[in-house]
């Protein structure tokens, strides 16, 4: 599975964005795909993951939660997140990526990455 990112960009606090990701390959229904992401000098945190049956379950950090919605397109290959309310805190690099089947909040447990994509919020 190959990855692709987009959507970034420089926004003012309280505007919105979304991000999409990209994949290539005919199974891409049956995995998992997860945004991370980083800040200079951070670890690599988790944002929000969807499940691989369809997308029937939605998962969020706690610092996004109520402001960030994550959805799926299989017939397009494609995931979204939708970053409202957007913080100057949310500012990092942005990465989708994606592991067969289930679930994690752990970004060792993803073997596909894309490339990432810079969101700046300005205060």
């Known amino acids: 599975v190959q990855l692709q990112a987009s959507g970034g960009g420089l926004v003012q606090a309280g505007d919105s964005l979304r991000l999409s990701c990209a994949a290539s390959?005919?199974?891409?229904?049956?995995?998992?795909v997860a945004w991370f992401r980083q800040s200079p000098g951070q670890e690599r945190e988790f944002v929000s993951g969807i499940s691989w049956n369809g997308g029937s379950s939605t998962y969020y950090a706690d610092s996004v939660k109520g402001r960030f919605t994550v959805s799926r397109d299989n017939a397009k290959n494609t995931v979204y997140l939708q970053m409202n309310s957007l913080k100057p805190e949310d500012t990092a690099v942005y990465y989708c990526a994606a592991r067969p089947n289930l679930h994690s909040r752990y970004p060792s447990n993803y073997p596909y990455w894309g490339q990432g994509t810079l969101v700046t919020v300005s205060s």
């Open positions: 390959g005919r199974t891409f229904s049956s995995y998992s």
